[in-house]
């Protein structure tokens, strides 16, 4: 059969508006923080099956990601978290496309704040409601594909996986089970709100903890002690000092108009029980930003050389040196090329449905692509309708055109990418 037309897949978008609305005002309204995922799972099982798509559901176990735990983070439960993929079977051999992203929350932090029940409702051009923008308006626009592909009777060549995962919010529990139950699709699109850029990049980070070893002694008598606060500040300062450098010298055509790339943040700081007593331990906690290019094991290995060089120049921490050590989950920094035939292919689809040019796009923090991309052989994008400063806000809200014009989008990509079949 010939290719449908753009406006022919506009229009066949346009036809099911009211449809996505109240879809997405469905899947707000059912909750689903990170770790109780079950219900919207079921909703997306449900109506991919319902829709004639082969669903597997599945639940991730604890010795199974044991092994990524530290790219993935400690689990608060494994019970009913299953995560979700509807298969369109291809009628021909071409290429495999995965569209998706993840159906967890951030818990609402503030009631008093939302001028809109984070339940879901429709205002004006804007759903509001928590999830709306991240993601679950991407993960209803990868479930609108298969319908409009069937609105247009196209057959694809290659398989089409709608992909539904829990987790992200932790660290990507469901992407990394999703990986484990062996799917390796030629190319992976995360439907996560990117303002319709192509994000190829997402930025790695580290949690680290230092440790810092005074010794007590009364106030009245502190000449006698050793102060962790004192003996933590050049860490401290040095730790600013090397983001300054490191922001003047590591350079990614990406990433370097960003104010700051690799934000080094002190989050937390533990010392002392009593005012007139000399504390003998500080504790700092704090996440390190990286970019792709940079392996979290040098990464670790410079933090570990830093402090060490600080140490060295004060008589008490040469003898008691800090230590440092990582923990919580670790995100690998990961990257696909602007040239890949994946970015392109998603940023000609944009450019044929909008007639307008999207870029390729950096994160500095990490997503769900970076596990594909450091695990697998497939390679993966980000690409969506959605405005992620909204994300993990009060009053977070999707918008009815830009989400449509991502439908007819990935639409079209998976044409172009899958293939149609001559049957
Ligand atoms: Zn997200």
């Known amino acids: 059969m010939p290719e449908p037309t753009t406006a022919s897949i506009q229009a066949a978008v346009e036809a099911r508006r009211d449809e996505i609305v109240q879809m997405l005002l469905h ?16 909703f997306v099982a449900e109506t991919l099956r319902s829709d004639g798509l082969e669903v597997h559901s599945f639940l991730s176990s604890e010795e199974e990601i044991a092994p990524y735990v530290t790219h993935v983070g400690e689990q608060p439960s494994f019970d009913d978290r ?14 495999s496309l995965m569209i ?15 001028e809109y029940p984070p339940e ?7 759903i509001y409601g928590l999830g709306a923008t991240d993601m679950k308006g991407g993960v209803v626009a990868a479930m609108m594909v298969p319908r409009i592909l069937h609105d247009l009777g196209v057959h694809l060549a290659g398989d089409l996986f709608i992909n539904s995962v829990t987790g992200e919010e932790d ?16 190319g992976v699109v995360i439907t996560e709100p990117t303002y319709q850029r192509v994000g190829v990049a997402s930025g790695g980070s580290l949690v680290f903890r230092i440790t810092v070893t005074g010794k007590a002694a009364h106030g009245g008598n502190r000449n006698q002690g050793v102060n962790a606060i004192e003996k933590f500040i050049p860490i401290f300062q040095d730790l600013l000092a090397w983001e300054a450098e490191r922001q003047a010298t590591v350079h990614h055509p990406l990433y370097d108009h960003y104010e700051n790339k690799f934000p080094i943040n002190v989050g937390s700081i533990r010392a002392g029980e009593w005012a007139s007593t000399v504390p003998d331990k500080l ?7 990286f970019l792709p290019g940079e392996s979290m094991e040098s990464m670790m290995e410079q933090t570990h050389q830093r402090v060490a060089a600080v140490a060295e120049k004060d008589d008490w921490l040469s003898e008691h040196p800090p230590v440092v050590e990582f923990f919580s989950g670790q995100f690998v920094a990961e990257e696909i090329p602007v040239d890949h035939p ?26 769900d692509a970076r596990l594909w991309i450091h695990f697998t052989e497939s390679p993966a994008v980000l690409y969506g309708a959605g405005l992620l400063h909204l994300a993990h806000q009060s009053n977070e809200y999707n918008e009815v055109e830009p989400l449509l014009e991502s439908i007819a989008v990935l639409t079209r990509l998976a044409i172009d990418w899958c293939g149609i079949a001559d049957s």
Do not use: F
Not at 283 to 288: N, S
């Open 27 to 42: 899947l707000v309204a059912i909750p689903s923080v990170t770790g109780n995922e079950g219900d919207a799972q079921r």
């Open 82 to 95: 299953p995560s979700v993929v509807g298969t369109l079977k291809g009628r021909g051999e071409s290429k």
């Open 100 to 114: 998706g992203g993840h159906v967890d929350t951030v818990p609402v932090e503030d009631r008093a704040r939302w």
């Open 120 to 126: 879901g409702q429709l205002v004006g051009d804007r």
């Open 171 to 186: 660290g990507g529990l469901g992407t990394m089970s999703t990986i484990l139950q062996g799917y390796h699709p030629d």
């Open 283 to 289: 504790t700092a906690e704090g996440r390190l930003g």
């Open 342 to 367: 994946l970015t392109q292919a998603v940023l000609a689809a944009h450019k044929d449905i909008s007639g307008e040019e999207t870029e390729a796009w950096a994160l500095t923090a990490g997503t």
